[in-house]
Nanobody, 119 residues
């Protein structure tokens, strides 16, 4: 069974960069056909897709965040990382890492980590 776990700071100051890491257990992030994804949920709002890194390392981002987001990976640690620059209060959310089965669904999720952007 695949498990994902987010880690990173719970508090970020405005204008600074958020960096979150997702560690994957029970499955390789290089396995063909899977896309390793960051999604967030602001308080009282719905889920928002941020972007994904594919099994081969290619990345894709939400149009609304592509200028600010960067996803990378460390295959030796089976981890992938989100960096989101120029943080603002509206970036406050619970951030999730999840696995997308290409053409199907998001089958595994991390528990989520709360990130608050505040001075």
């Amino acid at each position: 069974q695949v498990q994902l776990q987010e880690s990173g700071p719970g508090l970020v100051k405005p204008s600074q960069t958020l960096s979150l890491t997702c560690t994957v257990f029970g499955g390789s992030i290089t396995t063909n056909g899977y896309y390793w994804t960051w999604i967030r949920q602001p308080p009282g709002k719905g889920l928002e897709w941020i972007g994904s890194i594919a099994y081969d390392g290619d990345t894709i981002y939400s149009p609304s965040l592509k200028s600010r987001a960067s996803i990378s990976r460390d295959t030796s640690k089976n981890q992938f990382t989100l960096q989101l620059i120029s943080e603002a209060p509206e970036d406050t959310a619970v951030y999730y890492c999840t696995r997308f089965r290409g053409g199907w669904d998001f089958d595994y999720w991390g528990q989520g980590t709360q990130v608050t952007v505040s001075s």
